[in-house]
């Protein structure tokens, strides 16, 4: 075998190097100029979660899942690209406008997969920086469910009764809160599509897709929910709850 040397090596590592740069430029420029939306980097590491979500659960969800819908989103506005320009929630509250049943059903999954897991993504923390729901926020959730163990439980039936893939929204609507479900991708804000998308501000998403819990909990979804109580961040909740004035 020809071993080059040492100065042959650097100036081949320096010529395929460039070459491979030279050649993803014209794509990154390309993918950079049509690309609407980018996957937001996770708020913490894979296994920040652990042992509630663990870390391949976690990748697979961020790198694989979310990634997918922003793809998918990029590719369908790319189509549309008048619908481009639009703030995602104006996009998603405004979905039978899109005259196109395809690119309408295109950005309703992978609009609302972005902005869901999005929301997911920064609505939990790691256990120890869980922390508590502001005062203002757990006198709400006394009001509305009679104590946290209340909201858990009331969560927890949301959570099992969902059939299929789907979410459970905590969700303000004036002085009260409310628990809903929504199918799929469906984002709670989707005006014409989710019944009660008036309810108000989404407060915390809970995603009950079985790629969010599959490969730890199997099908014990109640497990899965009981877990991810444990860190769900309870600043950036309580930061959403606008407290009656
Ligand atoms: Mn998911």
Do not use: C
Not at 81 to 86: D, G, R, V
Not at 149 to 167: I, M, N, P, Q, T
Not at 202 to 214: I, K, M, R, T
């Amino acid at each position: 075998m020809l071993i080059p040397s040492s100065i042959d090596r650097r100036q081949f590592v320096k010529t395929t190097t460039l070459a491979a740069s030279a050649a993803l430029l014209p794509q990154a420029a390309h993918a950079e100029a049509s690309a609407v939306y980018q996957l937001p980097a996770l708020p913490y590491g894979f296994d920040a979660l652990e042992p509630h979500i663990d870390a391949l659960t976690m990748q697979i969800h961020h790198d694989k899942h979310h990634a997918a819908y922003i793809v998918n989103l990029n590719a369908a506005l790319a189509k549309a690209p008048e619908l481009a320009s639009k703030p995602l929630d104006q996009l998603l509250a405004t979905l039978p406008a899109i005259p196109d049943e395809a690119q309408q059903t295109a950005i309703r999954n992978n609009g609302g997969g972005h902005w869901n897991h999005d929301f997911f993504w920064k609505t939990l923390a790691p256990a120890e920086k869980s922390g508590k729901p502001s005062a203002a926020l757990a006198s709400a959730i006394d009001a509305q469910f009679g104590s946290m163990d209340g909201f858990k439980k009331a969560l927890g039936e949301a959570a099992v009764k969902r059939f299929g893939s789907g979410w459970v929204w905590l969700i303000q609507q004036g002085d009260t809160l409310k628990i809903v479900s929504t199918a799929n991708q469906d984002h709670p804000g989707m005006k014409g599509i989710v019944p009660d998308a008036d309810l108000g501000t989404p407060l915390l998403g809970l995603d009950v897709w079985e790629h969010a819990y599959y490969l730890h909990y199997q099908n014990r979804r109640p497990d899965y929910v009981s877990a991810w109580l444990n860190i769900v961040n309870w600043e950036t909740v309580s930061g959403r709850f606008v407290p009656k004035i």
